[in-house]
């Protein structure tokens, strides 16, 4: 195993991360702004290079990354083959149950469904034709977000609907975030000094999900065949009567595509606070006495609390929560707000060590808790990185 390199591509956004073969991180970057104004952010030990660039796909900004991954000072290679695999951020996989080299069957299939994950999907797909186009005789890996959840049980992914949709369309629960809440399981399982706990797992972010750990494996996850399910978000519903779409195209003249815009990307915190969706904002405007930013962070705690609830009862038995992603990493007030609904469950949480967590791996739990609360930062690249060796090292 020489280095890994790992590209997760988004609509206008292209992210690197290059690790060696202990999985120590080399250099990162992006480039943002694809196609107009694009600017690169450059990372290689503590320095930090950034400038604008001439970058108008996502070909040129593979081109632009390979001749900084060679630059003398900014790099961290000589020559292509230096590269042992390259590591794909997938959103979403759908039945693919596992991380594997690209094929032509692979990106066919990806395609035929990528209606349901359009913010990632396509590009993430654009992304891997034209690093393979850009490194032939490297070994590109796809890791899927969806990956992780392929374990839950049928009870777990099915919807009530009639069963052939199942059959006939594959309508089910997906699952999102996969990598992350793997990432966070392992971590928490070290930290537990268990093997395979019982965990649930909260990636509270922009996109939030929780999902049920039993003995390592997901076996419930809050997103479902798209990553508008679950709880409450930074712009996305979450969990919402299908009714409010017919009752809101058909009574009050809303289009279906613009319906579901507005459910991604207008509705959630931002939509409820009218402010941001950005809890840092929400929270300051919130102290100030503003009632509805107030009313967003307490539907979005409330709601996660209620998950909670229901994977413990999943679970049967529940070793740790673990709390991670800009949300759960960073927000001493939402962590807490959460556990004050928990006590029923056995939680206490240690407020001092609550509010110094931040950005760290931390067992936040009272002396007597009965379950312990972990802060556990999420680091998705490293886990795709780990992912994509493991692959090619079994070939
Ligand atoms: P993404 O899903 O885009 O990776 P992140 O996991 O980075 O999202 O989470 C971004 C969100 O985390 C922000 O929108 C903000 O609500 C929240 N966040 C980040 N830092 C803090 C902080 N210090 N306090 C409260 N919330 C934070």
Not at 289 to 304: F, I, K, N, P, S
Not at 368 to 384: A, Q, Y
């Amino acid at each position: 195993m020489k280095k890994i390199l790992v590209l997760n591509c988004g609509s206008s956004s292209m992210k690197y991360h290059m690790f060696d073969k202990d999985f120590k991180s080399l250099l990162s970057g992006i480039v943002e702004r694809i196609g107009e104004k694009a600017q690169l952010v450059h990372r290689r030990d503590s320095e930090t290079l950034k400038k604008k660039a001439d970058v108008k796909n996502h070909k040129q900004a593979i081109a632009l990354m390979l001749e900084l991954l060679h630059d003398p000072v900014w790099g961290a290679i000589r020559r292509v083959d230096e590269i042992s695999v390259v590591g794909h951020r997938v959103v979403h996989g759908g039945q693919l149950s596992k991380t594997g080299l690209v094929s032509g069957a692979a990106l066919g299939y990806l395609k035929s469904f990528e209606m349901l994950a359009p913010l990632h999907n396509p590009h993430n797909i654009t992304g891997i034709i034209e690093s393979k186009k850009a490194m032939p005789r490297v070994p590109q890996v796809m890791v899927f977000d969806t990956a992780f959840h392929q374990t839950m049980p049928r009870k777990a992914y099915m919807y009530g609907l009639p069963y052939h949709f199942f059959d006939k369309y594959a309508v089910r629960k997906y699952g999102f975030h996969g990598t992350s809440h793997k990432y966070v399981a392992m971590r928490a399982a070290w930290m537990l000094g268990k093997r395979k706990p019982n965990l649930i797992t909260c990636h509270l972010g922009a996109g939030s999900s929780l999902t049920a750990v039993k003995e390592g494996k997901s076996v419930d996850t809050s997103m479902g065949m798209t990553p508008l399910e679950g709880v409450m978000m930074g712009t996305r519903t979450g969990d919402t009567d299908p009714a409010v779409v017919q009752y809101l195209v058909k009574n009050h003249g809303f289009d279906l595509d613009e319906l579901f815009q507005v459910m991604n990307h207008k509705s959630g915190l931002l939509g409820v606070s009218g402010v941001s969706k950005d809890v840092r904002v929400i929270e300051g405007k919130a102290k100030k006495g503003d009632e509805r930013c107030r009313l967003a962070l307490e539907m979005y705690c409330y709601r996660v609390a209620k998950y909670i609830g229901a994977y413990a009862v999943a679970l049967g038995d529940v070793d740790a929560i673990v709390f991670t992603a800009g949300i759960g990493e960073n927000s001493a007030s939402m962590r807490r707000e959460i556990c004050s609904y928990l006590g029923i469950i056995g939680v206490r949480l240690d407020l001092r060590k609550n509010q110094k967590a931040s950005g760290k791996e931390t067992d936040i739990s009272a002396r007597g808790s009965k379950l312990r609360v972990l802060v556990i930062p999420t680091n998705e690249e490293l886990m795709i990185a780990r992912e994509a060796a493991a692959v090619v090292e079994g070939l």
